[in-house]
C-alpha cells in the first residue's frame, strides 16, 4: 500500500486544529509541511512556529519539504520544532552530503528534493545514505500546478537503481497528484505520494486519501 503524505500548504490555515483532526482521523501516513523562503522559490510559505503547533496536534511523522537556501543552517531548528523527515533540495546544497550527515545526526530521517530539470543520475554518490527521495514532479513554490509526465520516467529509473543496489530508500513524488494519475506515478515505483490541492480541495478530504490508498 502506497506512503500517503497530504500537504497542508492547501489545507485552511484559519482551521489547522481541525485540519489535523481529520488527518489523524484518515488513512494518511505522513504529514507533509512545506517550507519556502521566497528565495530559492518564488514564494513565502510558513515555518518553525506553525509547524511546532503543527507538531502538538498531530499524531503522525511530520515530513517536512524545505525549499529554502542554506537549510543547513536551521536543520536543529527544524528537529526542535517537530520535524521527523526533513528534505533538502539538490539544487540549493553544493554540500549535501554535510547537510544529509547533519540531518541524520541530528535523529532525522534525511531526504534530497530533486526538480524536474535534475536528472536522478545526479544522486548517484548519495542514494545509499538516503532515506528518502522527493521526486518533484511541478516546479516547486506553488500548489495547485499539472504534473509533468517526464516524472515518470525519472520515478521508474530511480526505483531500478534503488532495486538493484537493494537498498530501501523510499520515493516519495510531488506535485499535481490526482486520483486520476496516482495509478500511473505508483505503477511507475512510487512509494509515497504527496497531494495538496486533490486532497484539500475535495469536500470530504478523507474518502479522496482512502482512494489513494488503496489504489
Ligand atoms: C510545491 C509543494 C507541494 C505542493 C503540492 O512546491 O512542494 O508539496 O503542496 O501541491 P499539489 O498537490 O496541489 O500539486
Ligand atoms: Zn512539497
Known amino acids: 500500500m502506497p506512503i500517503i503524505a497530504p500537504s497542508l500548504l492547501a489545507s485552511d490555515f484559519l482551521q489547522l486544529q481541525r485540519e489535523c483532526d481529520m488527518l489523524n482521523a484518515s488513512e494518511a501516513d505522513w504529514y507533509h509541511l512545506d517550507v519556502m523562503d521566497g528565495r530559492f522559490v518564488p514564494n513565502i510559505s510558513f515555518g518553525l512556529p506553525v509547524i511546532a503547533r503543527i507538531k502538538e496536534a498531530s499524531t503522525k511523522p511530520l515530513d517536512v519539504h524545505l525549499m529554502i537556501e542554506e537549510p543547513g543552517k536551521y536543520a536543529a531548528d527544524f528537529k526542535l520544532a517537530g520535524a521527523d523527515h526533513l528534505t533538502v533540495h539538490y539544487e540549493a546544497c553544493p554540500h549535501l552530503h554535510r547537510n544529509v550527515q547533519q540531518i541524520k545526526n541530528l ?9 524536474p530539470h535534475t536528472p536522478v543520475q545526479l544522486l548517484q554518490d548519495i542514494l545509499p545514505d538516503l532515506d528518502l527521495v522527493l521526486i518533484m514532479s511541478v516546479n516547486p513554490g506553488f500548489g495547485g500546478q ?51 490541492t486533490t486532497i484539500f480541495g475535495n469536500p470530504d478530504p478523507q474518502a479522496v486519501i482512502h482512494n489513494l490508498k488503496h489504489l
Do not use: Y
Not at 532495486?163 to 505508483?186: F, M, P, R, W
Open 107 to 115: 535523529g532525522m530521517k534525511a531526504g534530497v528534493a530533486i526538480n
Open 146 to 196: 499539472q504534473f509533468i509526465p517526464q516524472s515518470l520516467v525519472k520515478i521508474n529509473m530511480l526505483r531500478q537503481r534503488i532495486d538493484q543496489q537493494g537498498l530501501s530508500t523510499l520515493i516519495e513524488v510531488d506535485g499535481g497528484i490526482t486520483e486520476k494519475n496516482a495509478a500511473e506515478v505508483l505503477k511507475a515505483g512510487a512509494h509515497a505520494l504527496v497531494a495538496g
